[in-house]
């Protein structure tokens, strides 16, 4: 059973940071993106960044680029993403998710992922 447990979010100034964890689980793919996205009150989820076990690319939307970077530990099964220069905006709960195969580049397309975490709360406040 794949397993996706998200943690890291909390309460943070706006210009603070965080650093989200993705611990995974229960899966054997051998070629898989990974990444992040985010759902705020009355929005739509979107692809927040993600990267890809084939060849390391990565995508950010362009909402976070230059402020979050997503990095993996194959070793801990860990993926993170580490968020500066937070702003009120960013507010959402964070997921992980992950889908065999696939590309960073499809990060936009969340639906198209096949297992999902719970998420983690992140609340920036002005």
């Known amino acids: 059973e794949v397993q996706l447990v998200e943690s890291g979010g909390g309460l943070v100034q706006a210009g603070g940071s965080l650093r989200l964890s993705c611990a995974a689980s229960?899966?054997?793919?051998?070629?898989?993106?990974i990444g992040w996205f985010r759902q705020a009150p009355g929005k739509e989820r979107e692809g927040v960044s993600c990267i890809s076990s084939s060849d390391g690319s990565t995508y950010y939307a362009d909402s976070v680029k230059g402020r979050f970077t997503i990095s993996s530990d194959n070793a801990k099964n860990t993926v993170y993403l580490q968020m500066n220069s937070l702003k009120p905006e960013d507010t959402a709960v964070y997921y992980c998710?992950?889908?065999?195969?696939?590309?960073?580049?499809?990060?936009?397309?969340?639906?198209?992922?096949?297992?999902w975490g719970k998420g983690t709360l992140v609340t920036v406040s002005s």
């Open positions: 998710a992950v889908k065999e195969g696939y590309s960073a580049a499809y990060c936009p397309y969340y639906y198209g992922m096949d297992y």
């Open positions: 229960g899966f054997t793919f051998d070629d898989y993106t």
